[in-house]
């Protein structure tokens, strides 16, 4: 819900999902001075370090062009040939310039925001094109801040350049009693240094404007409570998102659930199919709870777990069955079921003490009788 439709302030933090779709769309935060700063630090500082072989580079080779054999001036193909070749010459010198230009072009935007490509961004708005919201645009905060950018950027370079003009005049007076080459050659190291301190003048004003821009970003796409919440219903309501939060629920459900079956008393078991543990608490109150149950997969791993904790197993199939569809995990056995039960842990409880006194083992109950109204459950298998 827009906030002028809600009558409430975006003041909540964006949610991971409205940043992923902000950036499908190209709404990222980016800094045009940072970019226009990397690429003319990168250009003056390539001037700076490789100017020299540069221009001495293009000065040969307008030396070779301008020094043409007579007999080639009549010969057009050897015109030709010769036009490539210096060509080739002058973009094997300006090459590496050339290629850390790209590279800095590139590196400016990645360095804020990421890479990001979007068709959408580069689809045409016919909102643009309305004057009205260019008009709206001009008295925008963001054209205030652009101003003030200018006229920072203004002031700053025109303040630098008068330092810089103080500080090399008495070298400029000298150019005239320099030669052609030399006068060429000293006057491009002044202006490749002057090039370079312009542009790291120019840092001043991307410390002001990267966080302005990452704030203003992050205020875009603030959200209302109620934007949250229709995002956490719209989120919640896809089937992926549901299938997924249900395994998730089934594994932790599962988990716990594995983790009370060495607690059992009992496990009684279809053998194979079902596995239902007991536990019961001598003295209590209450009827015997189902602590786990599992059938197929689930039931083998019940069983792997009791068998590894010593937990004592008794086969009793239609009992088995009418415990796994009629009780829930840590619910009590129904009242119907008392009977049965008690004899599975009667059988238990024997077992138990014949076993700490060395007497002789009870037979497990052969025959575990259940009611009529249970049957129909202890004939299902699935």
């Known amino acids: 819900m827009a906030e002028e439709d809600s009558g409430q302030e975006k003041t909540e933090e964006p949610t991971a999902k409205r940043e992923e779709d902000a950036r499908k769309k190209g709404d990222i935060a980016r800094s045009k001075e940072l970019n226009t700063v990397v690429v003319l630090m990168m250009g003056s500082t390539m001037l700076w370090m490789s100017g020299d072989r540069i221009f001495k580079g293009m000065w040969g080779v307008m030396q070779q062009s301008f020094t043409i054999d007579r007999s080639l001036m009549y010969?057009?193909?050897?015109?030709?040939?010769?036009?490539q070749l210096f060509m080739q010459e002058a973009v094997m010198f300006i090459a590496p310039f050339l290629a850390a230009m790209v590279v800095a072009a590139l590196a400016g935007p990645i360095s804020m925001g990421g890479w990001s490509f979007s068709a959408?961004?580069?689809?045409?708005?016919?909102s643009k094109m309305n004057p009205l919201s260019g008009f709206k645009r001009m008295f925008a905060v963001r054209s205030l801040v652009e101003l003030v950018k200018s006229l920072l950027k203004f002031l700053l370079i025109l303040g630098i350049m008068f330092l810089l003009a103080n500080a090399y005049l008495h070298e400029f007076i000298q150019f005239s009693q320099m030669s052609l080459r030399g006068a060429l050659i000293h006057a491009s190291d002044l202006m490749t240094?002057?090039?370079v301190v312009l542009c790291a003048s120019l840092l001043l004003v991307v410390a002001i404007d990267v966080p302005f821009s990452l704030w203003e970003h992050k205020k875009k796409l603030k959200m209302t409570h109620q934007e949250i919440k229709d995002e956490m219903k719209q989120t919640d309501g896809r089937p992926e998102v549901k299938s997924k939060i249900r395994q998730l629920q089934q594994e932790m459900s599962q988990g716990r659930m594995m983790e009370q079956v060495p607690?059992?008393?009992?496990?009684?078991t279809n053998p194979t199919h079902f596995a239902i543990a007991l536990k019961y608490e001598e003295g209590g109150n209450g009827a015997p709870r189902v602590v786990a149950k599992g059938a197929d997969l689930v039931a083998a791993q019940i069983r792997n777990i009791a068998v590894?904790?010593?937990v004592i197993f008794v086969s009793a199939p239609p009992l088995a069955r009418a415990l796994y569809f009629t009780t829930k995990i840590d619910h009590e056995v129904p009242k119907g079921l008392y009977l049965a039960v008690a004899q599975v842990l009667a059988y238990v409880f024997q077992l138990r003490i014949a076993t700490e006194k060395h007497w002789k083992k009870p037979k497990p109950p052969k025959d575990v009788s259940i009611p009529d109204e249970y049957?129909?459950?202890?004939e299902r298998t699935h």
């Open 75 to 83: 010969d057009p193909l050897a015109m030709v040939a010769r036009l």
């Open 120 to 126: 959408e961004a580069m689809a045409p708005k016919l």
């Open 193 to 195: 240094l002057s090039f």
């Open 263 to 268: 607690l059992a008393d009992v496990i009684v």
């Open 308 to 310: 590894g904790h010593g």
């Open 375 to 378: 049957k129909k459950y202890a």
